[in-house]
């Protein structure tokens, strides 16, 4: 009964939406369809002006009128009402984007495997005859492929099974006899196994390039890490140093606002007890006054000449000479003093702000950029470079506005100094060489070296020859082959031979990077490390050779 049900439900379905029938109209080949879906089917085919069935491909020309059938739509409301419902949607069923068996009848199901050799998709009911039947156990199956006319000579309807290396494209026999009769081919499956050693190869390569670069990622989101630790630790210490700062300017105002109360709680004091002083003595001169006044009015002679002398005595006067009014004056130094105070702060901390946003903007937390790639770039950060007279070895003479060394056989009256390199003819560049720098040396003779080192390199004995200890790296130039020099450990170097030298440094990276440079650049030998102090440009200059910076524009 459940199979009957389900054949129902297939029997009343669009094959096209698998839904139970929705106005249901009939084409001239007998088939059943919804009256949207087929035609919504048939406007996809416009351009062709052709109209199938897309069940059975039955063509129709022109474009069928459509009518509803009022008969088979009555029936598939009836079945509704007594409880048929519309399909399920069923995966095992191939829909649009699927492979379909090429054996099953009517509505088809998914293909479970393609047959290379039979040239047909099977399900998994349809397949079993390739694994059960001997005939068909040597077939090749692959999973479900649309392709598989592509494996048919268009020429001569044939398998293709060749592969013609010659014209590098898969043949058949009738091909491989034909128009490839003497190239060289091999089995498909041969070259298949080549070209699959190949794949394994590029996969391995593949592989560990995404290692590299899944251990750049780290390593950057690392420095990213680091970075933001860095900004975190900075704001909260300028926090701190910021507070104190104000701590330190709130003591500061303090102490000062309690020296002028004092210094003003003083004078006010001194001001009144001179003021008392004053007071009193005003009162004493007006005693004295009306005394003198009743005095003056005595009639009696004898009594004014006998009062007089004691009555005419006057008391010291007040010392007034400390009296000094000055209105709104009395702290106009410490005012001064403070406004000084301020100016001052405002052009130390306008300076320093300054310099840390200059610091900021000099990139030196900024992620390293890719290496350049073209002389032209790296001509974008080539570098005015001048060599040194006062490291200049003795038998080397500089010219070129000291751009050029010249091996010499006399020895020049240079001045002697402790930088001056005293064993071999060595000479370092005036300017030190931080962030990214390019530049380029021009030599000739038997032998010179492009070399970069530190300051510090010693300036006498063995230690002092470039490449013979780890404060200098150096790339040996022979007239036909080239030796990397560092730590006294050499390595030698293939690349063209060339006059000129190019030299990319990348100090924060630690990548320096030396270019045999002619009409094309070839990297001759790369060093990656961490350098840990401002390099200089330097040159060895031997036996009857030159070598000049070259100025690259």
Not at 111 to 137: I, M, V
Not at 314 to 339: K, Q, W
Not at 418 to 441: I, K, M, P
């Amino acid at each position: 009964m459940a199979q009957k049900d389900q054949l129902d439900r297939e029997s009343f379905s669009c094959v096209i939406c698998l839904d139970l029938l929705k106005d249901p109209v009939g084409l001239p080949c007998g088939h059943s369809y919804c009256m949207s879906c087929i035609k919504g089917f048939w406007d996809g085919e416009d351009q062709r002006k052709i109209y199938s069935c897309p069940q059975c491909r039955e063509a129709f020309t022109p474009r069928p009128v459509l009518k509803k059938n009022t008969m088979l739509a009555a029936l598939v409301e009836q079945l509704k009402k007594t409880g048929l419902q519309a399909a399920p949607a069923d995966h095992c069923y191939a829909g649009p984007e699927d492979v379909a068996c090429d054996f099953c009848t009517g509505r088809k199901l998914k293909a479970f495997k393609s047959c290379l050799q039979c040239l047909a998709s099977y399900c998994e009911n349809h397949l079993q005859s390739h694994y059960e039947s001997p005939t068909f156990k040597k077939h090749k199956l692959v999973e479900p492929s649309k392709k598989l006319q592509e494996n048919i000579c268009s020429r001569h309807d044939k398998l293709m099974e060749i592969f013609c290396r010659t014209d590098q494209q898969i043949i058949c026999y009738l091909c491989s006899v034909d128009e490839h009769k003497g190239h060289d081919t091999v089995s498909a499956a041969a070259e298949r196994t080549e070209r699959q050693r190949e794949l394994e190869v590029s996969r391995l390569n593949i592989q560990q390039r995404i290692q590299d670069r899944e251990k750049d990622v780290k390593l950057l989101q690392q420095e990213v890490e680091a970075i933001s630790v860095s900004a975190d630790k900075a704001v909260e210490d300028s926090e701190k140093i910021f507070t104190q700062l104000i701590r330190l300017l709130q003591k500061r105002s303090s102490d000062v606002k309690q020296q002028i109360r004092s210094q003003q709680e003083t004078e006010v004091s001194r001001v009144k007890e001179l003021q008392e002083k004053l007071q009193q003595e005003i009162t004493e001169l007006k005693r004295k006054d009306a005394e003198l006044k009743q005095l003056s009015h005595t009639e009696d002679h004898n009594q004014f000449l006998h009062n007089y002398p004691s009555v005419s005595q006057l008391s010291e006067p007040t010392d007034s000479s400390s009296i000094n009014i000055r209105p709104l004056r009395y702290f106009e130094d410490v005012t001064a003093a403070v406004s000084e105070l301020r100016d001052l702060l405002q052009d130390i901390l306008r300076d320093k702000l300054t310099n840390i946003s200059q610091r900021e903007t000099k990139g030196d937390v900024l992620l390293p950029e890719p290496e350049p790639k073209t002389r032209a770039e790296f001509l974008k950060y080539s570098r005015e470079i001048t060599l040194d007279p006062n490291t200049t070895h003795a038998n080397l003479l500089l010219s070129e506005g000291n751009r050029k060394a010249k091996w010499m056989f006399q020895t020049h009256s240079y001045s002697s100094r402790t930088d001056r390199f005293t064993d071999y003819t060595q000479v370092l560049s005036r300017e030190n060489l931080t962030g990214r720098c390019y530049w380029e040396v021009e030599k000739s003779g038997e032998g010179v070296e492009v070399a970069v080192a530190y300051k510090n390199i010693s300036r006498a004995g063995s230690e002092s020859a470039f490449g013979r200890n780890d404060k200098c790296w150096s790339l040996v130039c022979y007239p036909n082959r080239y030796v990397f020099c560092f730590n006294n450990i050499e390595t030698p170097v293939s690349g063209p031979g060339s006059s000129r030298v190019g030299v990319y440094l990348d100090h924060r990276a630690g990548i320096l990077s030396f270019y045999s440079v002619s009409k094309t650049m070839t990297l001759l030998h790369r060093v990656q490390t961490t350098f840990t102090q401002p390099l200089y440009a330097g040159l060895y200059v031997g036996y009857r050779s030159t070598a000049e910076l070259c100025e690259v524009k």
